[in-house]
Structure formats: structure tokens, C-alpha cells
């Protein structure tokens, strides 16, 4: 595939977000480009994100979570070589930028916002829990958000696997206590992180 980095969306503690848009193969040449959003972190610290693109992979086909469209490690012009996680672009962000430039109350966006986003049900062939589930990985893909998925499973983790001691997996500020005091993870702990996180 064929991208063209654009401006940054976001920094996370992982990797850099950058928007790109993607140069057609086809003759015609009257489409616009395709926008994806392009992840990216250099190599020699790009295991997350490979986990990132392993769990996505697992739950391809999930409606409320977001699409890894491929993967690739490039060269940049100053030498560095970046490992880059291709996914689909959400165009109205996330639903904490909504309530800074909606100025809706959080507990109305919590109670607005699908259940069906899939924090309550993570498909069982795959058993996968977020562990940093917030606002800012909900994303947003309409007006009337209707169409959000979840993002950033850089930190997801098997549901039956324990943390390891002393690991926290996640932001404590939104994580379930279960989660914060003994190290467990599972799929109730995605939903108390967004409903009262």
C-alpha cells in the first residue's frame, strides 16, 4: 500500500497517530484518497503495537472495534526506521474530544453511548479484555454517534490470564478496583472502567 503521512491526531505514551492518506491503485484518478490513521512507534520499541495488531487481528469482523487495515516499518528521511499499524480513521474522534467541543456532560455521553459498543461482550473465540478502557479509545465515526468502536488494545489481555505481580495494565484513574488491587482482568472490569472510570 501506498501512504502518504499527514498531520498528528494524538501521542500516546506507545506510539504517535498520524492521519495519511492512501494513493489510489486504480486508474481513475477523480477519487479523492482513501484517509486511514496510521500508528506508529520505532522498531526497536514497537512490541506493543505488534500486540496491538495481533489482538486486532484475532477479533477481525467485530463491529465496535476498529479495523487493522496492515502493517509496515519504514525508513524516514532522518534514517530511523518506525514500525507503522494501518487503521480505520475515525473523522469525529473520540468521545472525550466530543464532550470538550460539545460541551456535553460526561454522564449523559456514558449513558448515550451504545452498550453495544462491545465492551460488554467481547466475542467469546476470542476471551480478549481491553484493560484501558476511557473515553478517549471510544471513537466516533458519525454525527450522531451512533457509530463508535472501540480503539488502542495495546494493553488487552486474554481474560484468563492474571497480571503479572505488580503490573497494572492500564490508567488506575479508570480502571475497576478488582483490576487496580489484584491484578484481574476481565470483561466486567471494560465495562465498570467505562461506565463510572
Given amino acids: ?117 462491545g465492551v460488554a461482550r467481547p466475542p467469546s473465540r476470542a476471551r480478549q479484555v481491553h484493560c484501558d478502557v476511557k473515553l478517549r479509545n471510544i471513537l466516533v465515526f458519525n454525527e450522531d454517534r451512533q457509530q463508535v468502536k472501540i480503539a488502542d488494545f495495546g494493553l488487552a489481555n486474554h481474560a484468563s490470564m492474571k497480571a503479572d505481580c505488580g503490573q497494572i495494565r492500564g490508567m488506575p484513574l479508570y480502571m475497576a478496583p478488582k483490576s487496580v488491587l489484584r491484578g484481574e482482568y476481565k470483561a466486567p472490569s471494560d465495562v465498570w472502567a467505562f461506565r463510572y472510570g
Fill in 1 to 117: 500500500m501506498e501512504w502518504v503521512r499527514g498531520t498528528t491526531l494524538g501521542r500516546g505514551t506507545f506510539a504517535t497517530v498520524n492521519i495519511a492518506s492512501v494513493r489510489q491503485t486504480s486508474s481513475d484518478n477523480q477519487q479523492p484518497p482513501l484517509l486511514i490513521a496510521v500508528k506508529s512507534t520505532p522498531v526497536s520499541q514497537s512490541s506493543t503495537l505488534q500486540h496491538e495488531r495481533s489482538v486486532l487481528t484475532n477479533l477481525d469482523g467485530c463491529p465496535h472495534i476498529l479495523c487493522c487495515l496492515g502493517h509496515d516499518i519504514t525508513t524516514e528521511p532522518n534514517g530511523d526506521r518506525r514500525y507503522n499499524l494501518f487503521l480505520e480513521y475515525a473523522s469525529r474522534g473520540s468521545l472525550h474530544d466530543l464532550i470538550r467541543s460539545d460541551g456535553a456532560p460526561l454522564p449523559r455521553v456514558r449513558r448515550e453511548a451504545p452498550c453495544e459498543v
